[in-house]
């Protein structure tokens, strides 16, 4: 993982601060697939045809993340306690997270369900140091 902080003090006790970052992720997955086919014939009319197959997929995937936000800091009750806001806007990637991507083939079209996995939102927290 690769990550860098910075924080730039604006006033006093206001700062804006940042970061990003970036790893390369291993991920192990097992994929289970079934269908039951029912076959209407007229020798046996209720046939059932049942496949199942199992199938373990490696993968490396990259993620990247970035976070920005506004803070303010300062020691308060005589000095004694140290008070911290901050709200910071977060985001993350992550490629080919959702990776139900596998081998099994409805007649001639393979399944694919790839695709990437986002996480953003708004990050309010509060810390007292005592």
């Given amino acids: ?55 373990k997929q490696e993968c490396l995937s990259p993620q990247a993340g970035m976070r920005l936000g506004l803070g303010w800091a300062d020691f308060v009750w005589c000095d004694k306690w140290f008070l911290d806001f901050r709200v910071t806007y977060e985001t993350q990637v992550f490629w080919e997270q959702n990776n139900l991507q596998n081998r099994f083939v409805q007649g001639t079209v393979p399944l694919d369900f790839s695709g990437n996995l986002y996480l953003h939102g708004l990050v309010v927290s509060a810390k007292l140091d005592f």
């Fill in 1 to 55: 993982m690769f990550s860098m902080d910075t924080e730039w003090v604006v006033c006093n006790r206001f700062f804006i601060f940042g970061g990003i970052e970036a790893a390369l992720i291993y991920s192990q997955f097992d994929v289970n697939f079934s269908k039951e086919n029912v076959i209407f014939e007229p020798t046996n009319p209720f046939l059932d045809l049942y496949t199942s197959t199992t199938d």
